[in-house]
């Protein structure tokens, strides 16, 4: 066989981390789109 698969729980510890990451940016570039916008 070859290299063993990621686990599910390691998959959504990876899921959670990118999203989480996303929407701080997310959350960061909306804030200053209302600042400029004003």
Same mark, same amino acid.
């Given at each position: 066989?070859? @290299? *063993?698969?990621?686990? #599910? @729980?390691?998959?959504l510890?990876? =899921?959670? *981390? ?7 940016? =997310?959350?960061?570039?909306?804030? =200053?789109?209302?600042?400029f #916008?004003?």
């Open positions: 066989m070859g @290299a *063993e698969p990621v686990s #599910e @729980a390691q998959q510890d990876n =899921f959670f *981390e990118k999203t989480r990451g996303m929407s701080i940016v =997310f959350c960061h570039s909306s804030h =200053f789109y209302l600042l #916008e004003r």
